[in-house]
């Protein structure tokens, strides 16, 4: 559902999609499909997506994969060699069938369990050490001016509203890393409801 609207906002907005038919060449002022098509621009934006650092591709190996990176356990550890941690896009716990968006607020969750372990390793606690449980995070997506997504553990909400959410958001992130504020660290659980309080305002509207 969340698909079907976005695609809907995005062509009302004067925006032609062309979906099923990937790019196969860039060259200067164009870009050419699959099917042959040739479409002409003096501007070309390349969106990719993400890809597992360098530096995890070079130690390669049957536990790696291209796509996602160093195969590690639940501790966050590269099977192939446990003393090496990976967080964010540099790897994935292969134990989970289902892998979580890959976003700078899951690296950050990643990264916490990491460090525990790490101290863990160096102080000989092993016994202390704890596994990976990925959390469920709201994903919140900017449309363009003045329109936004939420989506929540199977539920979803657009509007001005959310966008506004998406602002707030982004500035206390912000100030949290740019002036070290620890203390909005607790923001992620007040963030959470925050989630569920648009998308309660979004159903009374509707």
């Not at 469920?136 to 001005?160: E, H, K």
């Amino acid at each position: 559902e969340v698909g079907v609207f976005c695609e809907s906002y995005f062509r009302k907005q004067g925006i032609t999609l062309m979906l099923g038919n990937p790019v196969s060449k860039v060259s200067k002022g164009c870009v050419v499909l699959r099917n042959g098509r040739k479409i002409k621009s003096k501007t070309i934006v390349w969106c990719a997506g993400i890809r597992p650092s360098r530096l995890a591709e070079g130690l390669g190996g049957p536990n790696y994969n291209a796509r996602c990176g160093l195969v590690l356990n639940k501790y966050l550890q590269w099977v192939a060699s446990p003393s090496i941690f990976a967080v964010g896009d540099c790897g994935y716990c292969s134990a989970y069938e289902v892998q979580p968006i890959l976003t700078a607020m899951r690296a950050i969750e990643q990264a916490d369990y990491a460090v525990h372990n790490i101290a863990c390793e160096i102080e000989g606690k092993l016994q202390h050490k704890m596994q990976y449980s990925p959390r469920v995070f709201p994903a919140l997506i900017s449309l363009g001016q003045g329109m936004a997504v939420l989506s929540y553990q199977g539920i979803w909400a657009a509007g001005r509203h959310i966008s506004w959410l998406k602002k707030i958001t982004h500035h206390l992130h912000l100030l949290r890393f740019r002036h070290n504020w620890d203390f909005l660290e607790y923001f992620d659980e007040a963030f959470v409801s925050l989630m569920e309080l648009a998308y309660f305002i979004s159903v009374k509207r509707k």
